[in-house]
Structure formats: C-alpha cells, structure tokens
C-alpha cells in the first residue's frame, strides 16, 4: 500500500497563495527591491511555465478544436481612433472620489451607498470630494514631439485589434460567417484598486476570443458559447461548485451589449469575475466602420450577396486571473498516513514520511493539484541515491522524457522531502529510479494526486505518462 490522505484542510487564503507563489517562484512583486511597482507583476520559472501552459490550453481548445476559429497577434499601439470609435475615450472611466482628510482614494461604486449620499469616508469619517470620472486607458506620446498629435493609448483590451483585422483575414484566408478570431496578449488599464495579489493589475494578460455570425442567429451562438466556456473548465479539472454564472443586470450593461455573463469563480475573498462570455451585437464594426469610412459589412457569397454587419459573441478571459484561479483551486493542505514497510510496488522508495520528512508517522503536505496539461512540470525524475550510478540512470531517464514532457530532476535530500516539494510545484508525477531499476530496467510511478505508486519498465514510461495525462480525473 502507499501513502494516504486522511483529511483535507482545503480552502486557500490569498496570504498562503501569495507566500507560495513567491516561495516556489510561480510569481514575484515586480521591481521588488526598489519597494515594489503597484498592479505589476512578474512570473517567475514556475510561473511562465504555468502561464504559457494556460495559455496554450486555451489556444488548442479555440483554434485546433475549432475548425472555424483562427488566430490572430495584434499590435498592442493601436491607432488612436480606434479607441474613439470604440467608446473607450468617452466611456472607458471609473467613478472615483477621494477623502479629503486621509487622502484615500476609492471606486464611489464600491463604497456603502450611504457613505457616498453623505459624501463621508468609510475609513476614517472625513469629507469625500464629489465623484470624477476617471479613464483607466495609459496614455504616452509617440515619436519625438510630445504634443496633441502624438498621443497613443496602451490598449486596454485585445478585441479592438481582432475587429480592425476582421475584413483582413477574411480575405486571406477565405473566412466564410460563423467564424471566430482568437487572440492572447497583454492588456494595459490603470486600475486604482489593485488588491488581492495578481487578480486585478494594470498589465495584464487577455485570452480573447470574438466569433462573428449573423445577425438573428446572434442569441443562439450566445447560448453555445456560454456552454462552451463553461466545458472547457470542466474539462481543466477545476471544481465545478467554485463556478457560477452571472447576468449583468441593466446597470451592469457595457454600452456595447445586448446581453452579457461572467463565469465567476469564488476566490478566498469571494465570488469575482473570471471571464465574461458577451453579445456584443453589431456595436464595434458598426462603429470602426463610421470611424474609419471603410465598408466593413460581411457579404454572403452564398447567399446572393447579401450583405450585412456581423453580430459579436465575445468570450473573454483573463490569462493571469486564470492562473491565479488555478493557483486557488489546486491548492490543499492534506494529511497524509504513511504506511511505514510496506511492501509491492513502491518498493525502497515507498513510505514517503518514513523517509526522512520529519519523523512522524503523519503528516500534512502542501499540494497543487494541477492538470498535467498545465501543471508547470510534468514529470519529475529523482534517483532514490546518488551513488551507485543510480544518478546517471535518473539522469538518462529524464533525457529520454526531456523532448516530449516538461521535466525537472530533483536529487537532494530524502525522498519524501523531495516528493513534497513537486506536491507543491503541482507536479503530477514523479519517477523514483533504486537499485531495481538497475537490474531490470523498472522504476516507480509516483501520482502526485493519490500518493498511489506502481512499477513500470523505463522503456514503457512515455507511454504511459501520455495515457495518465489524457485519462486524468482529479479526484475530489
Ligand atoms: P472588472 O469589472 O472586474 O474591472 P471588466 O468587466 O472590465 O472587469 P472585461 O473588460 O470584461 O473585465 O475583461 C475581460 C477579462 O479580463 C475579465 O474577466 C478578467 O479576467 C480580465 N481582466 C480585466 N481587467 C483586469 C485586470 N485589471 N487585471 C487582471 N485581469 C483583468
């Protein structure tokens, strides 16, 4: 028998995750030596790893699963126009005030409504200046003169550059309606609240997806993507009761949409946004076509040349929130009983705490229970000793897994303490190389989710990782 998990302490707080993320190098405060730069981040090994995994989950799901989805890599400096006929100019803007006494500065929408009619501060009781609108679009100048002319936005979003492309990639490359253009890229707004770790920053990363259809089939296509999106987490592995579905009331509306959702997701503060699934109507092309003068109506070859201006369903997710949703989701605290001795499969490298993580008979691990599709490191190879070649093996072993899995080799220390280390990477399997290994080529298959562990021959091992990872079901 191997080791086994008796109870789970469960929920994340930001504080762990944060701790975490910075002890293991998923993600560190950006400019941190300098006191920090406020809403920036940076990723570390783990980190980009983890976010380009996310991210190339999400490219394979839109464009390889979908014949009808192609991608796209806009110019993050758009022409400043652009972000007038979107109505980012005129309506981009949160509603802010600030308290005259202690100098905070808040969102008048997310302070109590009878803090805002008496204009007093929620934190210290003094006066509240009246509420501003304030744009959350960075604006620089380009070339060498800084003056009117030279102004240019960071975009806030990566949609505008799939519109602006639309007529372009219909014409290279034959797009007939539906059809839909993925994107992923950076996202620049500057935010004035910026708490709770990674979730809202002022550089950011979108994975956009804007998929065009006629008008009158617009609400179908709405409900299709809204079960889509939906799939797509479940299929990620992430626990279906953290997920809920949002309706954006009148008030909540965008002033480009006919109807709107967010899949929330209950992070440790609480039910927030994850991604918001919109009928974005025929809003932008109408608009970039009076901005721009250019013709941008769909005409339908097929269909005696009617022409008409496509309707938008948008679905639209944060990369870096979806990592730090990842992050909340994997995470556990798990007591684990270690079956001292035990015999079968596991063999020497069986009994994790009894090799040497602290002495006791149990034990709580730290665990991210990654799918392998993203988890940072796929595979990690530990020879059970240095010596006696047993180092040399492992070593060849991970070279012969190197060109198909993400690995890591890990030889320091005792092997239950190495264990836990990859149970905190996220790491979904690790590969023990002993003495047996020397004499009949088998190693030990460690599933990070079960503690289970079988023997399987080295020769066989691609192959059986491959199957694990298409058959992997978290277990609770
Ligand atoms: P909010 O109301 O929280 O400001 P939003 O409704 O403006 O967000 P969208 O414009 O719909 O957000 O952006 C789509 C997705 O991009 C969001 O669901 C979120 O995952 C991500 N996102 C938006 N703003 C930020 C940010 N400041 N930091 C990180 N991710 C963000």
């Known amino acids: 028998m191997s080791d086994h998990i008796t109870e789970y302490q469960g929920s994340a707080t930001m504080d762990k995750i944060t701790s975490l993320a910075k002890r293991r190098g998923f993600v560190f405060q950006s400019s941190e030596i300098y006191g920090g730069q406020n809403g920036a981040w940076d990723y570390g090994p783990l980190g980009v790893e983890l976010k380009n995994r996310i991210a190339r989950n999400w490219w394979k799901e839109m464009t ?262 990842l992050l909340c989701d994997a995470y556990d605290e798990e007591k684990v009983i270690s079956e001292k001795n035990s015999g079968g499969a596991e063999g020497n490298t069986g009994g994790e705490t009894s090799h040497g993580t602290g002495g006791s008979a149990d034990d709580w691990r730290t665990v991210l229970h990654f799918h392998p599709a993203v988890a940072p490191v796929t595979v990690a190879v530990l020879p059970l000793m240095k010596k006696d070649g047993l180092a040399e093996l492992a070593q060849d072993i991970r070279s012969g897994l190197k060109e198909d899995f993400a690995t890591d080799y890990d030889q320091a220390g005792a092997i239950g303490r190495r264990y836990r280390r990859q149970d905190e990477a996220g790491t979904p399997f690790c590969v023990t190389v002993d003495y047996e290994s020397k004499e009949n080529g088998t190693v030990t298959l460690r599933f990070r989710d079960s503690m289970e562990q079988i023997r399987v021959h080295k020769d066989e091992l691609a192959a059986r990782l491959y199957q694990e990872i298409k058959a992997y079901k978290r277990i609770k």
């Open 64 to 325: 390889q699963l979908h014949d009808d989805i192609v991608g796209l890599d806009a110019a993050i400096l758009m022409h400043p126009r652009t972000w007038e006929a979107s109505g980012h100019v005129e309506n981009f803007t949160d509603p802010l005030v600030d308290c005259r006494k202690c100098k905070t500065r808040f969102r008048a929408d997310q302070i109590p409504p009878e803090n805002l009619a008496a204009k007093k501060c929620p934190d210290c009781g003094g006066d509240l200046t009246d509420t501003r609108k304030f744009n959350l679009m960075f604006k620089t100048h380009i070339g060498a003169v800084e003056d009117e002319a030279g102004i240019i936005y960071l975009r806030p979003e990566t949609a505008q550059g799939i519109y602006v492309n639309y007529k372009n990639i219909i014409q290279s490359n034959r797009m007939k309606i539906p059809f839909g253009i993925a994107q992923i890229g950076k996202a620049f707004r500057n935010e004035i609240v910026t708490k709770n770790f990674i979730f809202r920053t002022c550089e950011f990363e979108q994975m956009e997806m804007q998929f065009f259809v006629k008008p009158g089939t617009d609400v179908e296509w709405f409900n299709e993507w809204k079960k889509r999106r939906w799939a797509y987490y479940e299929k990620l592995g992430v626990r279906m009761d953290s997920l809920r579905w949002h309706q954006h009331g009148p008030d909540e509306l965008a002033h480009y949409a006919k109807d709107a959702y967010d899949i929330e997701y209950l992070f440790p503060m609480g039910w927030k946004e994850l991604e918001g699934v919109h009928n974005r109507s025929n809003y932008d092309l109408t608009r970039h076509t009076q901005y721009s003068g250019k013709d941008l109506q769909y005409i339908d070859q097929e269909n005696n040349n009617e022409r008409y201006i496509p309707f938008i369903i948008e679905t639209s997710a944060g990369l870096t929130r979806t990592l730090l949703m």
